[in-house]
């Protein structure tokens, strides 16, 4: 079968793989859309987390060999640490991804534990099964900021994640939405899916500041905007350095929160939400254009702002 292959640090290739070794307790998965994630192009252009070679991959959604239209929750947890026990599986001690620490979705097939699998609702079309990993995401995100009714909302980072921050927090009744990216495109797609203002940055001060970057100087612009006793939760993770002031973060008492992947029933409620919402904005694409897509976006390129591989 093809597959794209993470093959050396900031190349990813089309080749001719073994079809899937399927044991007892997995599933053959016929993949119809799987998602290029930014922690895929950063993973790829710096190495360490993902090893080559390896098949990414870990937004996906296809068909089962008994018929069954299923999306994919590629986290996979022990079941048996502290985490796990504390209904935390996503931050299990002995955590492991599908993409990342076993071939994934970048593929015609792949083989997925049975557990894994989620079976979708009538009717969903294959771009929304490929959004419900990020969705799931924003949910978590949401969730870990405990965010007040009637909040005042800031997005910082209008790619797919803070685009489906945008309008999960339409969704969910907050006062003020507003968002920033330097693309002026993604920003404007940002306010045609529920941001009442976007740009090139953040004005005004917010209860709760959404950072899908993860760059130095979008942390300390997450804080920078908050009011005080306000939040904010950093999801990018395109740098280990923070860069903010911790005498604010001491005099105005605000908070920093880490949101990493969601829970099974946060995946779930993404099932039923990516239903609903406005994805005019994903690109879809061949599996064979795989290669040029995904080392476009790598080296920069703002296009697509979402890109869906339909193998």
Known sequence: MKALIFTAPSVVELHDVDEPSVRADEILVEVAAAGICGSELHGVRTPGFRTPPLVMGHEFAGTTSDGRRVAVNPILSCGRCDMCGRGRGHLCRRRALI?????GGFAERAAVPASAVHVLPPGMG???AGLIEPIAYAVHTWNVAQV???????VIGCGSIGLLCVQLARARGAAVVAAADVSRRRAAIAERVGADV????LTGEFDVVFDAVGLPATRAGALARLAPGGTAVWLGLLSPESGF???DLVRSEKRVLGS?????GEFAAAVTLAGEWDLGWVDTFPLADGARVFTDLMNGGTEPVKALLTP
Do not use: K, L, S
């Open 148 to 154: 007040p009714e009637g909040a005042r909302i800031g």
């Open 126 to 128: 294959w771009t929304a």
């Open 260 to 264: 990493f992947g969601y829970t099974p």
């Open 99 to 103: 993409g990342v620490h076993r071939p």
């Open 245 to 247: 002031d911790g005498a």
């Open 198 to 201: 976007a740009g090139p940055a």
